[in-house]
């Protein structure tokens, strides 16, 4: 397990995997850059480099990443990260499989999970990432190459028999996927969306996961940079156009006003904390039932410093009162605000 020394944040079983993790993990989709589908602009794969290290050193324990994220790009990165830490520092790395790229992946990735395929992708990861086991291999989105779930999921459990990657997860299922996969094999881990706007994971996903002992890994908890107080319409209509985020409605638009008038509401929270927004809205996800960590990007090592107060801040009753009101008030989004209202914490 990775070490920090005095530079430990709290920790949280991730399911019944034997992973620990810190309540933070450092998410490397931006770090993939341009030049594809999903891609966030360009970006110097040295700064890319501090970023994950950054997050190492203030005691972050993993790092999430997939092959399609700038066509194996960002792997490459997260590998070259790891390469000259020690061994007792180096963080979990969790990786993904079931989107392939044929050229430049400019009509999209082929969503594939036959089984020759996963054998090969796991390969290809492993090599890329410089590692010699993963620690967390899930399925990037249920596939539409007509593979069967229990034909997949058997692969991927096979290949955690065979101690190629050490636990299983799924990605963008839903509960009745997760229960077929169950019946196979046991689901380590869950990695939904969910952030003040995006919170349709808190009504099932999330308590599905807390009744099975599978862990939770939410992405996108500052809803890709909208909730970190520092968006703006100004700053939108400046991204690039191979930044997604240019042109997609929760950034642009009446979706774009609504979301930032939330996020701007995120500042009283911080203030009386005296933390960055961006960390107010990562703690939000943390204070829901089932929720086992966040997984949180960054393309500079500066940007580390917003959110990584998230790993030990606790919302109190009155700051999630507060948040609750700000969703009604704007009509951000959809799906449960409160998580008060989801049981004890």
Same mark, same amino acid.
């Given at each position: 397990?990775?070490?920090?020394?005095?530079?430990?944040?709290?920790?949280?079983?991730?399911?019944? !995997?034997?992973?620990?993790?810190?309540?933070?993990?450092?998410?490397? /989709?931006?770090?993939?850059?341009?030049?594809?589908?999903g891609?966030?602009g360009?970006?110097?794969?040295?700064?890319? %480099?501090a970023?994950?290290?950054?997050?190492?050193?203030?005691?972050?324990?993993?790092?999430?990443?997939?092959?399609?994220?700038?066509?194996?790009?960002?792997? $490459?990165? @997260?590998?070259?990260?790891?390469?000259?830490?020690?061994?007792?520092?180096?963080?979990?790395?969790? $990786?993904?499989?079931?989107?392939? *790229?044929?050229?430049?992946?400019?009509?999209?990735?082929?969503? @594939?999970?036959?089984?020759?395929s @996963?054998?090969?992708?796991?390969?290809?990861?492993?090599?890329?990432?410089? +590692?010699?086991?993963?620690?967390?291999?899930?399925?990037?989105?249920?596939?539409?190459?007509?593979?069967?779930?229990?034909?997949?999921?058997?692969?991927?459990?096979?290949?955690?028999?065979?101690?190629?990657?050490?636990?299983?997860?799924? !990605?963008?299922h839903d %509960?009745?996927?997760? $229960?077929?996969?169950?019946?196979?094999?046991? %689901?380590?881990?869950?990695?939904?969306?969910?952030?003040?706007?995006?919170?349709?994971?808190?009504?099932?996903?999330?308590? /599905?996961?807390?009744?099975?002992?599978?862990?939770?890994?939410?992405?996108?908890?500052?809803? !890709?940079?909208?909730?970190?107080?520092?968006?703006?319409p100004?700053?939108?209509?400046?991204?690039?156009?191979?930044? *997604?985020?240019?042109?997609n409605?929760?950034?642009?638009?009446?979706?774009?006003?609504?979301?930032?008038?939330?996020?701007?509401a995120?500042?009283? +929270?911080?203030?009386?904390?005296? +933390?960055p927004?961006?960390?107010?809205?990562?703690?939000?996800?943390?204070a829901?039932?089932?929720? $086992?960590?966040?997984?949180?990007?960054?393309?500079?090592a =500066?940007?580390?410093?917003?959110?990584?107060?998230?790993?030990?801040?606790?919302?109190t009753?009155?700051?999630l009162?507060?948040?609750?009101r700000? %969703?009604?008030?704007?009509? =951000?989004?959809?799906?449960?605000?409160?998580p008060?209202?989801?049981?004890?914490?």
């Open positions: 397990m990775p070490r920090n020394g005095d530079r430990a944040l709290p920790t949280a079983p991730l399911g019944t !995997s034997g992973l620990e993790i810190t309540r933070v993990g450092f998410g490397a /989709w931006a770090v993939g850059g341009g030049g594809w589908g891609g966030w360009g970006q110097d794969d040295d700064d890319s %480099v970023a994950i290290r950054a997050a190492v050193e203030h005691g972050v324990n993993w790092v999430d990443t997939a092959p399609i994220y700038g066509l194996g790009r960002s792997e $490459t990165v @997260v590998g070259r990260a790891l390469r000259d830490l020690p061994e007792n520092d180096r963080p979990y790395v969790f $990786t993904k499989c079931g989107l392939r *790229w044929q050229g430049n992946a400019e009509n999209g990735p082929d969503n @594939v999970m036959a089984p020759e @996963v054998r090969h992708e796991v390969e290809e990861s492993l090599r890329r990432l410089g +590692v010699e086991r993963i620690d967390l291999y899930q399925v990037h989105w249920p596939p539409t190459d007509g593979t069967p779930l229990e034909e997949y999921w058997a692969v991927m459990a096979e290949l955690k028999a065979a101690g190629t990657v050490r636990a299983i997860g799924m !990605s963008n %509960v009745k996927q997760l $229960t077929r996969a169950e019946e196979v094999a046991h %689901v380590d881990s869950l990695q939904p969306p969910l952030s003040l706007v995006a919170r349709d994971a808190a009504a099932d996903l999330i308590p /599905w996961c807390a009744e099975n002992g599978t862990g939770v890994v939410v992405y996108s908890p500052m809803h !890709s940079g909208l909730l970190t107080g520092a968006m703006t100004e700053r939108v209509a400046a991204l690039p156009a191979d930044d *997604w985020r240019s042109s409605d929760d950034f642009t638009g009446e979706g774009g006003r609504r979301n930032m008038a939330l996020a701007a995120l500042r009283p +929270v911080a203030e009386r904390h005296d +933390v927004v961006a960390a107010v809205a990562v703690a939000w996800t943390l829901w039932d089932g929720v $086992t960590g966040a997984i949180v990007g960054a393309r500079t =500066a940007q580390v410093d917003g959110w990584l107060p998230a790993a030990t801040l606790t919302l009753d009155e700051d009162g507060e948040l609750a700000a %969703v009604e008030r704007t009509s =951000a989004g959809s799906g449960p605000a409160d008060r209202r989801a049981g004890p914490r």
